[in-house]
């Protein structure tokens, strides 16, 4: 058995991990792999490399993707379906084994199933936005990238009393990832892009908890609307500094965590059992607390929104 694979959109931590299970999932059961270059728009050109086996096993700890990764829509153009066909020909590849978050996952595995290329996806995004599965590869290492810079901003707090913190992170416009590290961190309160807040509700809990405990911490999705009408408004309505961190995306380029390596492991051999059992398509979920392999496509609907009873209870509310 051939796989080329391929790593679509937003990388993120435990890709590598991942990459290299496959591989050596692989090398043991006398398959080969090819990785392509630039995602899907990489692997129409043809962009095919061979997987250095001693730099990913040395890489595989690291955010990133050894494969680099293209957004680019490739497949939605006219003749994608046999120029992808005449490249596995000509590669000899069976099938692919695809990194993908919500956006590729959606779009690309009906196109695939519709051209009956054969392809298991790996659902990898730090939002853990999916619909169809509870957990994405690298959501875990942002988090805890986040729950550092938490601790960095606590102790500078304490010490000088007196400021509002805001720590955005990451997440695009869904509010996964920032309620996980508001709730986890224990923030005084988080903000989301699919729940509004009143800027005077903000205002008199952040002063509440400045009066009681010296600072406040607010987390917030880079995607909440009128972010900087907040940074303005919040100090003048409440009378008190706020201090703006943004994690940007050093946070995407975390290290993977324990939990996301060994996520990694267990996708990969999901994913490979299924290619050597002949699966067409497929994508490797969490559900229960369980990971298996689901048939088919990925819900196309969007995933149900943040858990709305932590959000209040971060909120207080
Ligand atoms: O992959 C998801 C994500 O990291 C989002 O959290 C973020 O909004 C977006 O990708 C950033 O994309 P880009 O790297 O293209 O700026």
Not at 168 to 196: F, K, N, Q, W
Request: hydrophobic share 45%; aromatic share 6%.
């Amino acid at each position: 058995m051939k796989t080329a694979i391929v790593v679509n959109g937003g990388d993120a931590p435990g890709i590598n991990a991942a990459i290299a299970a496959y591989a050596r999932l692989a090398q043991e059961g006398g398959d080969q792999v090819l990785g392509a270059q630039d995602g899907f728009a990489g692997l129409l050109a043809g962009g095919l490399t061979e997987l250095d086996r001693a730099l990913l096993t040395r890489l595989s700890g690291k955010g990133g993707s050894i494969l680099r990764s293209s957004r680019e829509p490739v497949l939605s153009e006219p003749e994608a379906g046999d120029r992808l066909r005449s490249v596995m020909r000509a590669n000899a590849i069976d099938n692919l084994l695809v990194f993908g978050g919500d956006g590729s996952l959606k779009h690309l595995l009906p196109l695939l199933k519709r051209w009956g290329t054969p392809c298991v996806a790996l659902p990898t995004t730090i939002d853990n936005d999916v619909a169809g599965t509870d957990y994405t590869l690298g959501h875990d290492s942002a988090c805890n990238f986040a729950l550092a810079a938490v601790e960095g901003i606590r102790a500078t707090a304490g010490a000088l009393p007196g400021r509002i913190f805001m720590l955005e992170t990451l997440g695009g416009h869904t509010g996964y990832l920032a309620l996980a590290i508001a709730y986890a961190s224990g923030a005084d309160a988080v903000l989301l892009p699919e729940y509004g807040f009143d800027l005077d509700w903000l205002a008199g809990r952040l002063r509440r908890v400045v009066e009681d405990a010296g600072y406040a911490l607010v987390v917030l999705c880079e995607f909440v609307p009128g972010i900087d009408q907040l940074v303005e408004e919040i100090p003048r309505r409440s009378g008190i500094r706020v201090r703006y961190s943004a994690l940007g995306h050093a946070q995407r380029g975390a290290e993977a965590s324990h939990y996301d390596r060994r996520v990694a492991r267990e996708m990969s051999r999901l994913a490979w059992r299924a290619l050597k059992d002949g699966l067409r398509l497929g994508a490797v979920a969490l559900r229960d607390g369980q990971l298996s392999l689901r048939q088919g496509v990925m819900p196309l609907e969007d995933k149900a929104p943040p858990d709305y009873s932590r959000y209040a209870r971060v909120n207080g509310l």
